[in-house]
């Protein structure tokens, strides 16, 4: 999430105050202290970032220049299989019919940088595969690629998907939220500005229903918000509403679990459960080492009622002891 946080602030139109940019260095500085006892799935994951189940359970993770498939052999055992060998970061993937897609950005010869839109067809894996895989191995089946620019946007970051197929995306850089229209699976149509300014940093998106959830900070301040935007009677941008706030953190991905919301608290190390318009409970501090995403565990591979979270750890370090990793993690609320 933060990798490319000071560079953005030069390629974007709002440029934060310097109090608030000094404070998000500190907060940033303060990870090192940080550490984690999930149940360790897969690690080796530089920068995780992302997740997400099919809804047949087949299970994909973001992190550095990397779309990864999890899978589990016949001895129990978790592998990652590369989808993606581009020289491109990637943040936020998807799920849209039967193509994953993925939001990333490429380093330009001038030091700038481009965001792009990826995608791959999702394959049936080979009988053979879970025996035979290599951690880290190239994907047998799949192989994600840049589809196309990300015209207008500064630093993309979480996504989402709605029931007509419009592609959501959250702009880190921009505070707006942007609807991609596809001619096809591989083709954009058109990226339009949906929801503009409506959080700096604005990270986590998940529908639930007509109502779209956000996480980002209110613009102006250090207060880290998770809100709601509502659809308006055409189904456009309508009312939006502020629902939990909590100051110098990072509230950073969140997922609908129960009835309610659950969010990462990047910088305190811990998962946030909202419901009914409260805070229901949380896990201890530092549970997580700078916790990004989560989701509710699906079956094949994992025991419902578990959570599987992406772990960052330290910026600019992948030590897989500091982080890096994918975690299982089994919450009592």
């Not at 999890?70 to 936020?92: A, P, R, Y």
């Not at 500005?193 to 959080?199: D, F, M, N, Q, T």
């Amino acid at each position: 999430m933060f990798t490319h946080l000071f560079e953005s602030f030069k390629k974007v139109n709002w440029i934060p105050s310097f109090g608030i940019l000094a404070s998000t260095i500190l907060l940033v500085s303060s990870l090192s202290g940080c550490k984690s006892e999930s149940e360790l799935v897969v690690d080796d994951i530089p920068d995780s970032e992302n997740l997400l189940f099919t809804p047949e359970g087949r299970l994909f993770v973001s992190g550095g220049p990397n779309v990864f498939e999890v899978i589990k052999n016949d001895q129990g055992e978790f592998h990652k299989l590369d989808t993606f060998h581009d020289s491109c970061g990637v943040s936020g993937i998807i799920q849209r019919g039967d193509y994953i897609y993925g939001v990333c950005r490429k380093k330009n010869l001038d030091n700038s940088s481009t965001p792009y839109l990826i995608a791959g067809k999702i394959e049936n894996l080979p009988e053979s595969v879970s025996d035979a895989t290599v951690d880290g191995d190239p994907h047998p089946a799949i192989e994600m690629k840049i589809i196309g620019a990300l015209s207008g946007l500064g630093n993309p970051n979480g996504m989402e998907v709605d029931e007509f197929g419009n592609l959501y995306i959250a702009d880190f850089g921009t505070a707006n939220i942007f609807k991609l229209h596809m001619v096809n699976p591989e083709e954009i149509g058109s990226i339009e500005l949906w929801a503009p300014k409506i959080a700096f940093l604005v990270s986590g998106l998940e529908w639930v229903d007509d109502v779209l959830y956000f996480t980002g900070i209110r613009r102006g301040t250090t207060t880290a918000i998770m809100g709601k935007i509502e659809l308006n009677e055409e189904g456009g941008v309508g009312e939006v509403t502020e629902l939990f706030e909590r100051k110098y953190t990072v509230l950073d991905d969140l997922a609908a679990y129960k009835g309610g919301i659950i969010i990462t608290d990047y910088f305190k190390g811990s998962l946030i459960f909202w419901k009914n318009g409260e805070l229901q409970a949380e896990t201890m501090k530092d549970m997580f080492y700078a916790p990004s995403a989560v989701q509710p565990a699906q079956a094949p591979m994992f025991n419902q009622g578990a959570l599987l979270v992406t772990e960052k750890g330290i910026l600019y370090n992948s030590n897989k002891k500091y982080g890096n990793k994918l975690g299982l993690f089994y919450p009592d609320f």
